[in-house]
Every structure is written in C-alpha cells, then in structure tokens.
C-alpha cells in the first residue's frame, strides 16, 4: 500500500510540473521500482503432499482429478505448503486451488486435462471477454482465495485443438463446419453481449451446455497473493493465464504456447500491482493484453488495471506483443514495459491500445522503452480508438488515451512505423512522446488520423528524421 502511495505521488508531480518533452519523463524509472516494491512474493509452510500419495497415477487414463482435489484441500486445511505433481504424465478434469497452496510441477511432469465440457461442470462465476457471467470452470480457478501458486517445470496440456474447443469459435480455420454449434448462436456470444446491454445482473446470465463460450486456461478469480512462475502452458481452448479483479501477481518465467482463436497469453484484467518478467510468449490472439471490462459491466465494476511491470519478455507469433484492451472500460494507467524483445512475420502489431467509442474509460501513464522490434506484419506502434467500430461515431463514450511515452525504440520491418487512429471530433489522443527510435524497413511511413499532441525527437524512419506531420516521414526502403 505504502508503495501504491509512493508512485500515485511521483505521476501526480511529474503530470503537474513536467512539461512534454522530447524524452520519456524519470517517473519510468520511479514506477519500476516502486511496483517492485509493493508486490510481494507468496511464501508457503516447508510441507508437501503428493498427488501419487493419493490416488494419482502416471500414464493412467483413469483422472487423476480427485486425488490433485484431496492434496489440495488436506494442503490448504493444515496450512499451507506444496502440492507436488510427480515426473509422469496425469490426466484431469478442472482443479480448484485453495489459499496457502503452491501446485508445483516437478520436470518432466505433464498435466493433460479433459476436452469433454460436462467435466466443467457445475458453473462457476467468471469473467467472459470481460463480461460477467456464470459459465464452465476454467481448467485451473480459483475465486477469493489468497496466497496462491503454480511452479515447476513441467507442462500443463490443454489438449484444445480442432476436434474440440477451438471449433466453438465458429470459424472453418478452426475446425467448425456449418451446422455445428458455436458462439456465435444466439444463445450463445450475442446472447450474453445482449445481457451486458442491458444490465442484467450476472446471477441471470448463465451459459455453460448450449452457450459454447470456452472456459480459459488459467483464471484467478479476485485472488491476492499469486505466483506463476516456471512452467509450460499450451493448447488452451481460450484465454492462457487470466488473473481477474485480483493483485499483488508475480508471472516469472513462463513458456506460453497455444495457437487457437483467443489464445491470448496473459491478460491482467482489472487487476493492480502485477509483475510479468522473462517469459515467452507464441500464441493465437495477444501475447499480453490488459484489460477491465466491457462496456457496461467495466464501467460498473470501475476497477481499472494499474500498476502493471512487463519486463525481459520475448514475443513470437500473436496479434499484438503487448496490448492493452479492447475490454479496457474500466481504464488501465501506470504501465511499464521495459526491455522486451519481439520478432515474427505473423506477429501482427508489437505495442498496441485498441478501445472504441463504446468501451470508454482512461488510459494514461504508458511507458515503452528498450524495446527491440524484429518484424511485425503491421506497426510497431497501434493505437486504434476505432477498433472493430462499423460506424466511428457509434457509441456515446468515447475513450481518452494520454501520456503514452516510447524511448529506445528499433525495428526491422513492418507496414507502418506508427498507426494512429482517435475518435472524430473528439481529442481520444493525446500526449503521445516518442524519442530515440530507429523504424527500418518500413512499407508505408505512419497513419494519422484524428491525434491530438504528438511530439517526436530523434526519431528516424528508414534513415529519416521525423518530424510533424509524422505522415510525410517516409521514404521507400
């Protein structure tokens, strides 16, 4: 808490007496230190319980899902300790994890988990692209439990792939043919868009069997106290990891790995005091993307992601390296991302805020730096206030995004340096400082559409110093 005061007052004096400049602004370093500060790691009782102690067997096709519940359970009612899963391969449905309780997955141990829905049943209360709702249990959940981890360096296994989770998108690409159910049915994704319209209270948005809005892989339900560090993650049947109205997250070390509709990486939703450091990301959707709601229900709940340090990170494939939104209604500021390297031709965007006129909410104190781009089928920079809008002036809560300041910026190839698109008429973009940036390789120079303040300075895109308007700072690699 004393940390969260400390840097609230470093951003109010630095806004207030910092003029824009040129520069990123020393608060960066402040913030880095700060969120350091206030998160601290869980900590456990020297005891442990084996799965094999109780019931779990390797290589067995019977689950092994009662024996990880009762370790669980006998871990966390004697307070606290380790629940160790053995070398070998087991088979699960969901898991829940209980206060005082690390899961650690010894090397070469692997956890396949169930494609059969029934087995995520009954419904738990969740978050679905950041609407509530009850719906199937994520693979491993937790809600309001505290001091809670995952370690080790074995691998959990989704196993969702075409012949199962992945075709409820609804898209041929993922193994949906007409005729078979998906989301997109009406009892299903519109269903549930419709319920947040109108405001319905959650207890009366239930899904599950005839809704087919896959569960996440990962997803820590107003928790406090979470490590996640080590491990493989892959083939989920959505989100990867999702830490949900919860703080105080350390995610160290982890290997994300799962190429299906959604498959974003991490995302952080409503969540503040967060740590992402040296992991990997080759995924389906965003590697990292920071969220807080959608629409109605983010801005009921007002709870915005804050506080949040990405450093050391690697991103391969993915839509964007690290995001922020389009579910950010509830607002999203003091994030730093620092030190990242990310590089793949079917990466699509490197550094990317994408919101909309019907989300609303502030984003605000953004800071990019070292960071090296690779290539990027887009922008290396992708701030889109328009996103997936038919009509740009559709919705009565446009978003304002200031404060957004990128230094030590290289790439190598991509479409366009910088994409920037507001909302007409309205000041959606502002403050945008960008300095010392190398742009090779560049296709099309920027796009800039209704911005606000941008400054540049050392800024250079295929050999050419940029200066305003940044739209004529191009030339053909």
């Known amino acids: 808490m004393y ?14 007496s910092l003029p824009l400049q040129g520069a990123t602004p020393p608060v960066a370093d402040s913030l880095k230190n700060a969120i350091r500060q206030s998160v601290k790691e869980p900590s456990f009782p020297a005891r442990s319980f084996k ?13 092994a899902t009662q024996a990880i519940k009762k370790a669980i359970e006998l871990c966390s009612s004697a307070g606290g300790g380790t629940v160790v899963v053995p070398a070998g391969t087991y088979f699960s449905g969901p898991i829940y994890l209980r206060s ?28 679905w692209e950041g609407i509530d709702c009850y719906n199937y249990s994520p693979l491993i959940y937790a809600y309001n439990e505290h001091n809670i981890a995952i370690t080790g360096e074995g691998i959990l296994d989704g196993q969702a792939d075409t012949s199962n989770w992945w075709k409820w998108k609804g898209k041929p690409e993922y193994g949906w043919k007409k005729g078979m159910p998906s989301q997109l049915d009406p009892a299903g994704r519109p269903r549930l868009l419709k319920l947040n319209e109108q405001g319905t209270e959650p207890e009366l948005r239930s899904f599950g069997e005839g809704g087919y809005l896959r569960p996440p892989f990962i997803q820590f339900y107003q928790c406090t106290g979470i490590l996640l560090e080590g491990f493989t993650i892959r083939n989920s049947p959505f989100w990867l990891i999702h830490p949900l109205l919860s703080e105080n997250i350390i995610v160290r070390k982890i290997h994300a790995e799962s190429h299906g509709p959604n498959n974003d990486g991490i995302d952080p939703e409503s969540c503040r005091n967060v ?11 965003d590697c990292i993307a920071i969220k807080s709601g959608r629409d109605h229900d983010g801005r009921k709940w007002n709870r915005m992601s804050e506080n949040i340090l990405i450093i050391a990170c690697r991103m391969k494939n993915g839509h964007g ?41 502030i984003i605000e104190n953004i800071y990019f730096s070292n960071i090296s781009v690779g290539e990027v089928k887009e922008s290396v920079l992708d701030i889109d206030c328009q996103y997936e809008l038919k009509n740009s002036s559709a919705g009565n809560f446009p978003p304002l995004i200031r404060n957004i300041f990128l230094t030590n910026i290289t790439s190598r190839k991509s479409r366009y340096a910088m994409f920037l698109k507001g909302v007409p008429g309205y000041v959606s973009l502002d403050q945008i400082v960008i300095n010392n940036a190398l742009f090779d390789g560049v296709q099309k120079g920027n796009f800039l559409e209704n911005t606000g303040n941008i400054r540049l300075e050392k800024v250079y895109i295929n050999g050419l110093e940029c200066s305003l308007p940044a739209t004529s700072c191009h030339k053909t690699p």
């Open 51 to 63: 799965i094999t102690d109780f019931g779990a067997k390797s290589g067995s096709s019977e689950p």
């Open 321 to 361: 390296g690290v995001s922020i939104g389009s579910e950010v209604s509830g607002g999203c500021r003091n994030v730093v991302v620092d030190s990242c390297k990310m590089d793949s031709p079917e990466l699509e965007r490197a550094l990317r805020i994408k919101t909309n006129s019907l989300r609303g909410g």
């Open 275 to 285: 740590i992402i450091y040296d992991c990997y990301f080759d995924t389906g959707d």
């Open 100 to 127: 005082n309780v690390n899961l650690h997955l010894e090397k070469n141990a692997i956890i396949r988990f169930s494609t059969r829905p029934e087995d995520y049943l009954p419904l738990v209360k969740t978050r």
């Open 3 to 16: 940390g969260t005061f400390v840097f609230l007052f470093i951003l109010h004096f630095y806004q207030v």
